[in-house]
C-alpha cells in the first residue's frame, strides 16, 4: 500500500471510536424522542377515549300520553257516573222508606183514632 493509504487509515482509526459514539448517542437520541413522541400519542389518545367515556350525557324523551289520558279519564267519568247513580238510588231509597214510614204512622194514627172512638 502507498504511504497516504496508511496514513488516512490511522487517521480514520483513531476518529473511529469518536464517530462510534457519536452514531451511538445519535441513535440513542432517536430512540428517546421517538419513545416521547410515542408516549404523547398514547396519552393523547387515552385521555379523549376518557373524556368521551366521562362526558355526562342526559338523554331527554319525550313521550305521548294521550291515549293514556283518555283512559284515565274515561275510568274517571265512569267513577262519577256510578256514584251519582248510587247517591240517586240511595236518595230514591231515602225517600221511599220516609213515604213508607209516613204512610204507616198515617194507618197507625187512623187505626188509633178508629179505636178511640
Do not use: C, P
Not at 46 to 74: R, W
Request: charged share 30%; hydrophobic share 35%; proline share 0%.
Amino acid at each position: 500500500m502507498s504511504q497516504a493509504k496508511v496514513d488516512r487509515y490511522k487517521e480514520e482509526k483513531k476518529k473511529r471510536d469518536k464517530l462510534q459514539k457519536k452514531e451511538k448517542r445519535e441513535l440513542l437520541l432517536w430512540k428517546i424522542a421517538g419513545i416521547i413522541v410515542l408516549a404523547a400519542l398514547i396519552g393523547w389518545i387515552g385521555f379523549s377515549v376518557y373524556q368521551n367515556v366521562q362526558k355526562n350525557v342526559s338523554h331527554t324523551y319525550e313521550m305521548k300520553t294521550d291515549a293514556l289520558d283518555n283512559y284515565m279519564n274515561d275510568l274517571n267519568a265512569e267513577t262519577e257516573t256510578s256514584s251519582e247513580a248510587s247517591t240517586e238510588t240511595t236518595e230514591e231509597t231515602a225517600e221511599e222508606t220516609a213515604a213508607e214510614t209516613s204512610a204507616k204512622s198515617s194507618a197507625t194514627e187512623a187505626a188509633s183514632e178508629t179505636a178511640a172512638k
